[in-house]
Every structure is written in C-alpha cells, then in structure tokens.
C-alpha cells in the first residue's frame, strides 16, 4: 500500500510538471536588464523582447534594475520565483567578474542562476570628448602620460567591460588615468558629452547617433578586426597596443531551479528569434553579431570566463570593495 502510494504521488507530480509544462507561458514574462536605458544591454533586450513575445504568446517586459555593476538586477532574478517569467539580461561583470574581485556576493552564479543562452558578441570603441586634443590612440597615450592623474574615463560600474577596458589600458601603458564609475552607460555618456570625464570604453550599439552626430569621438575599436560601422577607425592593436582588446556579451539566464522544460521552451524560442532575418539586420547595424548556443554551452563560457579572470586577477591590485 505504501509503494502504491509514493507511485501515486509520483505519476500526480509528473501530471502537475507536464500540465505546468504545456501551459506555460500563461503571462507576462519580465526581463530583468542589468543596466539602466539607452545602454547595450538594454537596447538589446528591447530588440529582442518584441519578437520573443511574438514567439511565446504573451508580453515580454524588459524592466530596467541598474546598480552595484549589475549585482542589483541579477540578485533580483536569482531570488525571483522559478516560474519562468522573470528572466535576466546576462552580462560579464556580474556573473564572471564580480564574483572574483567582490570580497562578498549577495548571489552565487552557480547555485542561484540558470544560463540559457548567449546572445550576442560585440567590441568596445575607445571614445573621448570631441575638446580632448588628440586623434588617435598614440596621441592619447602620450596625453594622458603628460597629464598624470588628470584624464578621467568613465565606466558603468565597477567590474563592467568598460570598466576592465581602461584598468588595462592604464596597466598596457604605465600610466595615471582616473576611473569615475557610474551606474549605467547612459550617464557616462552624458558626462562624456559634458566633459566632466576625458574617455569611455562603450559597446557600439548606443553610442553611433553620438558618433554619427559628433558630440563624441571613437578614436580606436577594442577588438582584433575594425568595426563595418566604423571602417577608418583603427584598432587598439594597430596603435600598437596589443593586449588591450575588450568587448562585451550579452545573453539570457533565469533563476537556477526553473523547469527545464521551461527553460528549454524559452531557449527554443530564442533560438528562432536569432535567426530572423530582420534581426539578424539590425544586429549588424548595431555593430554586433548574434551568438546562439545551447544552455551548456553558456554554462561552460561563464564557468570558463570566470577562471581566467580569478588568474588574470591573482595578483592585481583591483579589487571592488
């Protein structure tokens, strides 16, 4: 009798999981962005949160949790119900830096986050306020070794691509360069514009108006290949700054303990969406490329970008507390 009933309850929570299952998504889904608006991270959410929406059913929500270098956001989806409708908008520096230079975390990554895709790759440009006289990267360098301690560049936040962009330039190159962290790219960009900071490391899709417009100047592009968007501005390493290349991803995570059929509902449906054409086109306008894998895949990268930055890092004097 008490076999026959563990097998009763066994067949009615197999029942519940596949009902649950089949009917999900019954409403709406949040994404949770990691920095504020009119950054990388969101513009890129927003992209995708239309036609996910369309795939899925129901309305997807990008809702924007900036703070502590994305801590903020992704200890809001790691505590978040393991429903499937709040996802985050995963990004390097609270899932592969922060956890290696923060002496605390409010989440672990590993046990509280489930990975579900990448999404897209991209490069940081090197950008100054049009007064800064200089014009490329050499120039920049010998400024900045003129002025030291006087040239600021801005950041996201600590632990941010952006913000490991210019800690390794002021390594590269030996030299005194003011960090001035912020709590998105939107405000470093202000202050860029406004001439409180000298320099920003920034991903391309919300800074080419800016470019196009002439309120700030990207003098070199933080990658091995020129940007198709900026064909004339060279490379860090074509300045002779070999080492410096930094760039920025950006995918897709839910609450570890989600579903697994849920989970790979919602990798399904992404996987569709990067595969749009109209998508696939925008992508390219922005300067970045769309990079689909599989939830091990992901999985793999964040545990393998986190190991390099705990050698990378054994013996730096960076830390975030």
């Known amino acids: 009798m008490f076999l026959f ?13 596949c009902a649950f299952a089949q009917t999900y998504p019954s409403k709406p889904i ?17 992209l995708i949160s239309k ?35 709040t996802l985050g908008f995963a990004s390097p520096a609270p899932l592969t830096v922060n956890p290696v230079l923060r002496k605390s975390m409010p989440f672990n990554v590993a ?14 440009l090197v950008l100054i306020n049009p007064s800064l006289p200089v014009n490329n990267m050499t120039e920049l360098v010998a400024y900045i070794r003129a002025n030291p301690g006087k040239v600021s560049y801005a950041s996201s936040g600590f632990g941010t691509s952006n913000h490991l962009a210019g800690e390794l330039l002021k390594h590269l190159t ?32 919300p800074v080419m108006p800016l470019i196009e417009s ?3 100047r990207a003098i070199a592009v933080a990658d091995f290949k020129r940007s198709p968007l900026l064909p004339n501005v060279p490379t860090v390493a074509e300045a002779g700054l070999t080492g410096s290349e930094s760039g920025a991803w950006y995918g897709l995570m839910a609450p570890a303990g989600t579903p697994n059929d849920v989970l790979n509902r919602i990798h399904s ?11 696939r086109a925008q992508f390219a ?37």
Not at 180 to 201: C, H, W
Not at 269 to 279: A, C, F, K, N, T
């Open 5 to 17: 009933r563990i097998s009763q309850l066994w067949i009615f929570c197999m029942m519940v999981g």
């Open 30 to 46: 949040h994404i949770i962005a990691t920095y504020s608006p009119g950054s990388s991270v969101d513009i890129i959410a927003r």
């Open 51 to 85: 036609p996910l929406s369309e795939q899925l059913g129901v309305p997807v929500v990008v809702d924007n949790k900036p703070g502590a270098g994305g801590d903020l956001a992704t200890d809001y989806v790691a505590k978040a119900p393991k429903d499937g409708y």
């Open 111 to 124: 046990k509280d986050i489930a990975p579900i895709s990448l999404i897209a790759t991209g490069p940081n």
């Open 174 to 205: 030996k030299s005194d360069i003011v960090h001035v962290p912020y709590k998105g790219n939107s405000e470093a960009m202000t202050d860029l514009m406004g001439g409180r900071v000298q320099i920003l490391f920034s991903g391309v899709p």
């Open 214 to 216: 002439g309120k700030m």
């Open 269 to 279: 449906e992404l996987m569709r969406v990067l595969e749009r054409p109209e998508i």
């Open 285 to 321: 306008k922005m300067g970045i490329d769309p990079a689909p894998q599989t939830r091990t895949e992901f999985t793999r990268q964040i545990e393998a970008e986190t190991a390099k930055w705990k050698l990378l890092f054994a013996n730096s004097n960076i830390v975030l507390d």
